[in-house]
């Protein structure tokens, strides 16, 4: 493939369009919109209408003038054609590892007597440390396998299986509705981290028979940097879980002031205080930029702009690097990573060449595809500047092997 050839390849894209949508950067090809999502180009007028005439000027009428008390639900139904869920189904609140927290006590408590919160080695860190912390407070174990593992390590004993749909390092994919059909089969929930396939993979959380899930805002969904986390809960277990945060706007007649908590019907028990209205305006800014736009389209482009990337750069770099990441499409989301001894240093020099993706510990260079705004051109002229850096050991210079603090 030539530059002309992804040239023309983004000439025939019919989603081309949607990068019109975002503000991004002259000069920069952005790789991380699956760490933090890009700018929509509605966001900043969107806040200062919210902050300005919203806030400023109605003050503390807007609660009702402008329907803040409904934003948590309202903008989550947007996410419903996103993630393949109802929109009574889903909820904006707090942070991704607060949601999982709640959902995950939820279900465990609903599971009374099993001793098991069941998950991967590896998966990602917070979901590790929050089970841990629960299991401590409720006296269960947390039984970290293999991938492979998962599916044959559901017992009578298991609580809830918690996955990660999209592992964060490699981008492998889990296979939610066998790993659903599995835990049912046991008498066991499922709690989905959907933070790595939202926004970019046509996930089905209903058709697949999921009964819990949360995600980030701030990743493919564009909300901007610490975005409220969305959380799902099938319908049919709207009225039997309970949320272990039992905050007031989760209550249900919040303004009745009474002493003792009765949460509402249906989702909105699982909200605990009032929401962040600055945030969920930006967030919605972000669920706005897919308006239109069927997710198996973004999907096939995603996987598109993968092959494009893994071709072009083990054409340019050959053995220097070796892809970490699974090479079938049906196995994998929408990010990849190349492992090299250097990674670190390696993706520093690619950044001050104008190319951002992260490192992942301990050798991972990561590389994510937003198929709303990212093109084949950028994918391609990405991994040529990867082969002149290595080729060149441009990567060998004190500077960059300074760590940051955020990687
Ligand atoms: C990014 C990410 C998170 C982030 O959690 P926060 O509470 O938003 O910091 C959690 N889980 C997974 C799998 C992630 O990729």
């Given at each position: 493939?030539?530059?002309?050839?992804?040239?023309?390849?983004?000439?025939?894209?019919?989603?081309?369009?949607?990068?019109?949508?975002?503000?991004?950067?002259?000069?920069?090809?952005?790789?991380?919109?699956?760490?933090?999502?890009?700018?929509?180009?509605?966001?900043?007028?969107?806040?200062?209408?919210?902050?300005?005439?919203?806030?400023?000027?109605?003050?503390?009428?807007?609660?009702?003038?402008?329907?803040?008390?409904?934003?948590?639900?309202?903008?989550?139904?947007?996410?419903?054609?996103?993630?393949?869920?109802?929109?009574?189904?889903?909820?904006?609140?707090?942070?991704?590892?607060?949601?999982?927290?709640?959902?995950?006590?939820?279900?465990?408590?609903?599971?009374?007597?099993?001793?098991?919160?069941?998950?991967?080695?590896?998966?990602?860190?917070?979901?590790?440390?929050?089970?841990?912390?629960?299991?401590?407070?409720?006296?269960?174990?947390?039984?970290?396998?293999?991938?492979?593992?998962?599916?044959?390590?559901?017992?009578?004993?298991?609580?809830?299986?918690?996955?990660?749909?999209?592992?964060?390092r490699s981008g492998t994919c889990h296979d939610m509705a066998a790993i659903n059909r599995a835990a049912h089969a046991a008498g066991a929930l499922t709690v989905w981290d959907l933070s790595h396939s939202a926004g970019a993979l046509a996930v089905n959380l209903a058709g697949d028979g999921s009964d819990l899930a949360i995600g980030c805002g701030y990743k493919y969904l564009n909300g901007g940097p610490g975005a409220p986390a969305f959380l799902f809960v099938a319908e049919h277990l709207q009225t039997e879980l309970r949320s272990p945060i039992q905050g007031w706007m989760g209550h249900?007649?919040?303004?009745?002031?009474?002493?003792?908590?009765?949460?509402?019907?249906?989702?909105?028990?699982?909200?605990?205080?009032?929401?962040?209205?600055?945030?969920?305006?930006?967030?919605?800014?972000?669920?706005?930029?897919?308006?239109?736009?069927?997710?198996?389209?973004?999907?096939?482009?995603?996987?598109?702009?993968?092959?494009?990337?893994?071709?072009?750069?083990?054409?340019?770099?050959?053995?220097?690097?070796?892809?970490?990441?699974?090479?079938?499409?049906?196995?994998?989301?929408?990010?990849?990573?190349?492992?090299?001894?250097?990674?670190?240093?390696?993706?520093?020099?690619?950044?001050?060449?104008?190319?951002?993706?992260?490192?992942?510990?301990?050798?991972?260079?990561?590389?994510?595809?937003?198929?709303?705004?990212?093109?084949?051109?950028?994918?391609?002229?990405?991994?040529?500047?990867?082969?002149?850096?290595?080729?060149?050991?441009?990567?060998?210079?004190?500077?960059?092997?300074?760590?940051?603090?955020?990687?």
């Amino acid at each position: 493939m030539t530059l002309e050839d992804a040239q023309r390849l983004d000439e025939a894209d019919p989603l081309a369009f949607a990068r019109e949508r975002f503000s991004l950067p002259e000069g920069k090809i952005y790789l991380d919109g699956n760490s933090l999502g890009a700018l929509p180009a509605a966001t900043p007028e969107r806040l200062a209408d919210v902050a300005g005439r919203q806030w400023g000027e109605d003050l503390i009428a807007s609660w009702n003038a402008h329907g803040w008390i409904d934003w948590p639900a309202r903008i989550a139904a947007k996410l419903a054609p996103i993630v393949g869920a109802r929109p009574s189904e889903l909820l904006i609140a707090d942070s991704t590892s607060v949601c999982l927290f709640k959902l995950l006590a939820a279900a465990v408590q609903a599971r009374p007597g099993r001793t098991a919160i069941l998950t991967e080695r590896g998966n990602f860190p917070t979901d590790l440390y929050v089970a841990q912390g629960l299991a401590d407070m409720l006296g269960l174990q947390v039984h970290a396998v293999e991938r492979s593992r998962v599916a044959d390590a559901i017992t009578n004993d298991t609580a809830a299986v918690m996955l990660t749909h999209v592992d964060y390092r490699s981008g492998t994919c889990h296979d939610m509705a066998a790993i659903n059909r599995a835990a049912h089969a046991a008498g066991a929930l499922t709690v989905w981290d959907l933070s790595h396939s939202a926004g970019a993979l046509a996930v089905n959380l209903a058709g697949d028979g999921s009964d819990l899930a949360i995600g980030c805002g701030y990743k493919y969904l564009n909300g901007g940097p610490g975005a409220p986390a969305f959380l799902f809960v099938a319908e049919h277990l709207q009225t039997e879980l309970r949320s272990p945060i039992q905050g007031w706007m989760g209550h249900a007649e919040p303004f009745a002031f009474d002493d003792g908590y009765r949460p509402v019907e249906g989702i909105g028990r699982f909200l605990s205080g009032t929401p962040s209205i600055l945030a969920l305006a930006a967030l919605e800014a972000g669920l706005d930029s897919f308006e239109g736009i069927a997710m198996a389209d973004l999907q096939a482009k995603s996987q598109c702009l993968f092959q494009i990337f893994v071709n072009a750069v083990e054409a340019r770099c050959g053995d220097q690097v070796r892809l970490a990441s699974p090479r079938d499409p049906a196995a994998r989301g929408s990010h990849l990573c190349f492992a090299h001894p250097h990674g670190y240093a390696v993706m520093q020099a690619l950044i001050a060449r104008g190319v951002v993706g992260d490192f992942r510990a301990p050798d991972l260079m990561r590389f994510g595809f937003a198929p709303l705004y990212n093109r084949y051109e950028e994918v391609w002229r990405a991994a040529e500047i990867l082969g002149d850096i290595l080729d060149r050991h441009e990567w060998d210079q004190p500077r960059f092997h300074q760590r940051a603090r955020v990687t």
